[in-house]
């Protein structure tokens, strides 16, 4: 008997391969056409196309008609797995001896589309007008965790976002220009970090550093955000910088650590 003819009664075939279009995408293949993915899965051609366009219509994968790939909505399939092995979690601890160094808020965010999410959290005191809480969203564009995971995207893809981000002018200092978003990702990416000044919010910088995980990949990014009176730039890159470093650094440790590179 086959591996397919053993399967229990409640085993569902199709299932099984629209997860196995998903694992065709890794690393090494970020970017697949409908017949690489066929071929990957051992599937018809109209079969992977059926998979990869529900795949699509569910936000989970993004086409340009020709390639495909995974969209970040593909992270909330393993909130679970995150939540209990958990970023934020392995973040925490690290967050609060931030916080208790600098005596600044901090929290840890990943990006979403043309968002950043909230996903940890040690306030000390509130500086915006907009409560944040885990779950709060901003427009990647306008945040200095968003641009720096922006910034660390492959080329492509942040060619691709900053094309498709609607640059709306959210303070009078708000970037709004692409040309000059590509020139401060192109320096954000040569730092290995991001200020922003006043552009979110009046009143409001914050600095940002990214996380890695095993492989290098950046998968989060940590934030110490201040008002404008109590730090400038320069007390910001100068005071805060080193220390966000030094936590990011901790972080990466324990999550390499919880989840080894195989």
């Known amino acids: 008997m086959s591996a397919a003819q053993e399967r229990e009664p409640h085993f569902v075939r199709s299932f099984e391969r629209g997860l196995a279009v998903i694992r065709a995408f890794d690393a090494d293949h970020p970017e697949l056409t409908l017949s690489e993915v066929a071929r990957a899965c051992d599937l018809t051609r109209a079969a992977a196309r059926r998979f990869l366009l529900t795949l699509a219509d569910l936000g989970y994968v993004h086409t340009d008609g020709r390639a495909f790939r995974l969209s970040p909505r593909v992270l909330e399939l393993g909130y679970a ?40 959290r040690v306030p000390v005191s509130r500086i915006m007008t907009t409560t944040i809480t885990v779950g709060t969203r901003f427009p990647a564009y306008a945040t200095s965790v968003g641009r720096v995971m922006i910034a660390h995207l492959p080329p492509e893809r942040t060619d691709e976002a900053v094309r498709r981000g609607r640059l709306a002018a959210l303070t009078e200092r708000t970037i709004v220009s692409t040309e000059l978003l590509r020139a401060e990702l192109d320096m954000i990416r040569d730092q290995g970090y991001a200020i922003v000044d006043q552009e979110l919010e009046a009143g409001l910088r914050s600095v940002a550093a990214p ?52």
Do not use: K, M, W
């Open 211 to 262: 996380v890695r995980d095993g492989a290098g990949t950046v998968v989060a990014a940590v934030n110490i955000p201040v008002h404008a009176s109590r730090h400038s730039v320069e007390s910001v890159r100068e005071d805060l910088l080193p220390r966000l470093l030094a936590a990011v650094a901790r972080i990466e440790a324990d999550l390499a650590v919880a989840a080894p590179r195989r």
């Open 81 to 120: 797995y995150l939540s209990s092995f958990s970023l934020p979690d392995i973040a925490q601890p690290h967050l609060e001896r931030l916080v208790a160094e600098v005596h600044e808020s901090s929290s840890l965010c990943v990006l979403d589309g043309d968002d950043v999410v909230y996903v940890a």
